[in-house]
């Protein structure tokens, strides 16, 4: 019953929606766990070009069993146009299910989301304003709207009748602004509910069955160990648990149905938002590393802040979700950057950190430790093995892999599906 949890071991988009869809073909299911259309998971296939938020990464393989499940918090409305983008590009979306447990964004959770950023002002987060932080709140507090209220209509009325009381006086009397339509938003959601009705499935049931059976299950996570509410940069995190523990919780498993776990990490770092980043580079590198990587945002076109590999945060991210594997994204960017440097440690009042420090102040006064390796020239966007690669390309390969402590299974050298190395079967 292999159970593989894909997550990312930085602060987000390290290609997680890459490789999900390259291990997907030989997945029989693929499952996104936590998270909600803040995320925007990029797959190329050819010269086509895919930008998923909500629904996983495995869609593009026909008929392919793609489960929402219960973790993740979903915008309907952003739900039901990917979909039919999807569609009107030819692609087969019979597979996919939304799980009864889901909560629910409203529109007052976006509203909620925009105010108090701006009220934040200097303090922000930087988050993606698709109203996640309020619909876990809401989740949290007990007052959520699950997909099973939505589909419901007098459970649904009455539900959004008790919210929209509270939220309504805090839109009028706190932000000053105008209060949200119990009507508007009933006609609205009534029809995303019918929409959606065919899609919606008892959906643990399935995964647990589909692990009875020996099937594959993959779950792909979405944003990064270090955007996690627990294990990240808090408060500058996102309001789910991406780490791999959350896997079990947002689908509905028991640890025992995960054998192995990626860390997605790209060859690089970036960050997009608000909040510390020790080996952000400001300098020609940072853009750079952009540049080359194209580093803006899928879901909100922000650039994106770069800097080196950290392997302090791999380090990290390898004890809080237990990895057993790196995918290694983006090595092609790196060409021709010479030297390159990786942090193997940070520096703090004279005194190297022994983990990861949880205080931001900390993080922030801390000075990180650089080793610098040689770098290639050589285009390995082409690289089929990893005997195709020039030999410093492989010895900054070993050295990701002695720092964080963890195997690099998978290599990406480019955005494409075919670009991919699979260094081990990670299905096994
Ligand atoms: P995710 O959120 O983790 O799925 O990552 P995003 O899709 O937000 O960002 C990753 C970006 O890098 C996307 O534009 C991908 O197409 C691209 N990408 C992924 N892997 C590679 C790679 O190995 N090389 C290059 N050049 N681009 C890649
Ligand atoms: P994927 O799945 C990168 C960041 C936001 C902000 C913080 C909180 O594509 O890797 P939120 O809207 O979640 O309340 O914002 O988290 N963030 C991401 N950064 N990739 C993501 O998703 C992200 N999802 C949220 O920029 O700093
Ligand atoms: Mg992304």
Redesign the pocket.
């Known amino acids: 019953m292999p159970g593989v949890v894909l997550v990312?071991a930085q602060?987000?988009?390290?290609g997680?929606g890459k490789v999900t869809d390259y291990l997907a073909e030989k997945a029989d299911l693929v499952v996104r766990y936590q998270?909600g259309s803040?995320?925007?998971?990029t797959v190329k296939v050819g010269e086509e070009e895919f930008r998923l938020h909500l629904v996983p990464s495995g869609i593009l393989y026909p008929g392919k069993i793609c489960i929402i499940g219960n973790g993740v918090v979903v915008d309907p409305q952003v739900l039901v146009e990917e979909l039919e983008g999807l569609k009107e590009r030819g692609i087969d979306t019979s597979g996919l299910r939304l799980s009864y447990r889901a909560h629910v964004i409203l529109p007052y959770h976006k509203r909620l989301?925009e105010l108090e950023e701006e009220r934040r002002g200097s303090g922000r987060?930087?988050?993606?304003?698709?109203g996640?932080?309020p619909a876990y709140v809401d989740k949290a507090a007990r007052t959520g709207i699950r997909v099973v209220d939505l589909l419901d209509p007098e459970e649904f009325r009455q539900r959004l009748a008790l919210n929209l009381k509270e939220k309504n006086e805090l839109f009028t009397k706190v932000y000053g602004t105008s209060p949200c339509s119990l009507e508007e938003i009933l006609e609205e959601y009534l029809e995303y509910a019918e929409r959606l009705r065919p899609l919606v499935a008892d959906t643990g049931q399935i995964i647990n069955q589909a692990l009875r059976e020996g099937k594959k299950v993959l779950f792909e996570g979405?944003?990064?160990t270090l955007?996690d509410l627990d294990q990240g940069t808090y408060p500058?995190?996102?309001?789910s648990y991406p780490v791999a523990g959350g896997a079990c919780i947002g689908a509905g498993v028991g640890p025992k149905a995960i054998d192995s776990v990626i860390g997605v990490a790209k060859a690089y770092t970036t960050?997009?938002?608000?909040?510390p980043f020790p080996t952000e580079a400001k300098d020609t590198a940072g853009e750079y590393l952009r540049r080359r990587g194209g580093e803006y945002?899928?879901?909100?076109g922000r650039p994106r802040r770069c800097g080196w590999l950290d392997a302090v945060i791999l380090r990290h991210a390898a004890d809080v979700n237990g990895l057993t594997g790196l995918a290694l994204t983006k090595l092609d960017v790196l060409t021709g950057v010479d030297p390159i440097q990786i942090c193997t440690g940070y520096l703090y009042k004279g005194k190297i950190l022994s983990s990861f420090p949880a205080s931001l102040r900390v993080l922030q006064e801390c000075e990180p430790v650089y080793e610098e390796l040689p770098g290639w020239a050589d285009d390995i966007t082409g690289a089929e093995s990893i005997e195709d690669l020039p030999p410093a390309c492989r010895a900054y390969i070993r050295r990701v892999e002695e720092l964080a402590g963890v195997p690099v299974k998978l290599i990406a050298v480019g955005p494409r599906r075919d670009q991919t190395i699979e260094v081990a079967d990670i299905f096994g």
């Open positions: 990312g602060w987000g988009d390290e997680k998270g803040n995320a925007g998971h989301d987060l930087g988050t993606t304003k698709r996640i932080g979405a944003q990064g955007l500058y995190v996102t309001s960050r997009v938002g608000e909040g945002g899928t879901t909100t």
